[in-house]
């Protein structure tokens, strides 16, 4: 089993509302972070254990206040901020009903606004947050018809736009776009955007150079910012193998923002990777206690298993199971990777986990869903299917130590001998464990 964990890297879109993810599989975009500063008056939390229900309780409690405020109001606006508070609360809680919540809020906001008018940037993020990406475009273009267009405005729809860029797989427009964002209004954001797209097509020279300059305007800026920047430090430093490195960057990010729970958790999968499995495992239990996260179920499922413990590990598995499909029912663009993850790994259907990697793909058809889209192709025995998305991601300039790791798999499988022992050479110059990280894959193709 590859024992690391998929939630951020991919963590998707999480930050515009919080600086934890709904799980998701990419660390925040630029675009995010500028809808959070546009966003007033809805106050992203990161909260410590030790507070975790009384900053509940509160969070609860401004949503009832502000939905009573809407009831008795005319203003689009404080539906609009109930339909945010509920994406925090989804965020803080991991209830995907409060994203349902909230694109109801939103829905209602949008019946009592004028004609052309209403919280089209809101809308924008939760699509993004949700993996919507088809629907994102017309409610730029309406953002771009407002009578005043600030510069600000302008810097914003170009970030949303460069991130679906990304999640679509056009690395090069991505690029052109957060490149821009970059030369015009540089921050923290925009240049580890641009840094992320670096690493994510294998030159870490640039990624780093980039990553240092970002950390010098967050050194000038909040907390959250800069303990964000060292879990996406450590998170290259994990893609590299580099597991020191990593640990070393997520523990500064957790000196700077205790509570940080994407940083515990990735604490947790350092220790999992280095062999101490018994520290991970009380990490795990306690996330899950923080967030019911099917996720960090399915770690402490993968742990038990490789114990020989079955009665534990069917416990945990089925528990997490269960959550993944109630997630699916409830919004199953957003959770279709987190279930994907599951079923490649700890279920015995691989054609459900074949239908859902053309779900997951199908809905944001960039480098992250062709990964998982190739190991749900091989574990189907496609070996041919595999190939050509290997071939289409690679193309696109997509090259992780995962990509090309599985790139050279499919043409090993293929009998193209050559080229798959060049691909593994690339991947193991991206990370000494490359091949490792694929040989779950072979092993269950036996």
């Known amino acids: 089993m590859n024992?690391?964990?998929?939630?951020?890297?991919l963590v998707g879109l999480g930050l515009a509302l919080s600086y934890a993810s709904l799980p998701s599989d990419a660390p925040t975009t630029q675009s995010e972070s500028a809808h959070c500063e546009h966003a007033k008056g809805v106050a992203t939390t990161v909260v410590p254990a030790s507070s975790f229900q009384t900053e509940l309780a509160r969070k609860e409690a401004q949503i009832e206040a502000r939905?009573?405020?809407?009831?008795?109001?005319?203003?689009?606006?404080?539906?609009?901020?109930?339909?945010?508070?509920e994406a925090e609360r989804a965020r803080l809680t991991g209830d995907y009903e409060s994203y349902v919540r909230a694109e109801a809020a939103l829905d209602q906001a949008f019946a009592v606004a004028p004609k052309g008018v209403?919280?089209?940037?809101?809308?924008?993020?939760?699509?993004l947050r949700l993996h919507r990406l088809a629907r994102v475009e017309a409610d730029l273009q309406s953002m771009e018809s407002a009578a005043v267009l600030t510069q600000s405005d302008r810097n914003r729809i170009r970030g949303f736009r460069a991130d679906v860029a990304y999640y679509?797989?056009?690395?090069?427009?991505a690029s052109e776009l957060y490149s821009q964002a970059v030369d015009e209004n540089p921050g923290v954001r925009s240049i580890a955007s641009l840094a992320r797209l670096a690493w994510?097509?294998?030159?870490?020279?640039?990624?780093?150079?980039?990553l240092a300059r970002a950390t010098v305007f967050a050194d000038k800026g909040s907390k959250a910012d800069r303990a964000w920047l060292k879990l996406m430090h450590g998170l290259m430093k994990l893609?590299?193998?580099?597991?020191?490195?990593?640990?070393?960057?997520?523990?500064?990010?957790?000196?700077?923002?205790?509570?940080?729970?994407?940083?515990?958790?990735h604490i947790a999968e350092v220790y999992l990777l280095k062999g101490d499995e018994q520290r991970a495992l009380s990490m795990?239990?306690?996330?899950?206690?923080?967030?019911?996260?099917?996720?960090?179920?399915?770690?402490?499922?993968?742990?038990?298993?490789?114990?020989?413990?079955?009665?534990?590990?069917?416990?945990?598995?089925?528990?997490?199971?269960?959550?993944?499909?109630?997630?699916?029912?409830?919004?199953?663009?957003?959770?279709?990777?987190?279930?994907?993850?599951?079923?490649?790994?700890?279920?015995?259907?691989?054609?459900?986990?074949?239908?859902?990697?053309?779900?997951?793909?199908?809905?944001?058809?960039?480098?992250?869903?062709?990964?998982?889209?190739?190991?749900?192709?091989?574990?189907?025995?496609?070996?041919?299917?595999?190939?050509?998305?290997?071939?289409?991601?690679i193309t696109s300039g997509w090259k992780t130590a995962d990509a090309m790791a599985l790139a050279s798999l499919t043409h090993e499988l293929g009998g193209n001998v050559k080229r798959a022992k060049r691909e593994a050479n690339e991947a193991i110059a991206l990370a000494d464990d490359a091949m490792e990280r694929v040989s779950w894959l072979r092993d269950s193709m036996l």
């Open 3 to 9: 024992k690391r964990t998929l939630l951020v890297p």
């Open 67 to 85: 939905k009573k405020r809407a009831q008795e109001s005319t203003s689009w606006i404080d539906w609009e901020t109930v339909a945010l508070l």
């Open 118 to 127: 209403g919280p089209f940037e809101s809308r924008v993020f939760l699509n």
């Open 168 to 173: 679509s797989g056009d690395l090069a427009a």
């Open 200 to 210: 994510k097509t294998g030159d870490f020279a640039e990624a780093e150079t980039l």
């Open 239 to 265: 893609d590299q193998n580099r597991l020191d490195e990593a640990l070393a960057f997520y523990e500064q990010g957790l000196e700077i923002q205790p509570g940080y729970w994407l940083l515990e958790e």
């Open 284 to 393: 795990y239990e306690d996330l899950v206690e923080r967030t019911n996260s099917p996720e960090f179920m399915d770690q402490i499922a993968s742990i038990w298993r490789d114990r020989g413990n079955s009665s534990e590990f069917e416990r945990w598995r089925d528990r997490a199971r269960d959550i993944h499909l109630e997630h699916l029912r409830i919004v199953p663009e957003a959770a279709a990777g987190h279930a994907l993850d599951h079923f490649l790994e700890l279920e015995d259907d691989r054609q459900r986990a074949l239908e859902l990697a053309l779900a997951n793909h199908s809905t944001r058809p960039g480098g992250e869903a062709q990964e998982k889209l190739i190991s749900a192709y091989l574990l189907n025995g496609e070996t041919e299917q595999a190939r050509v998305v290997a071939e289409q991601m």
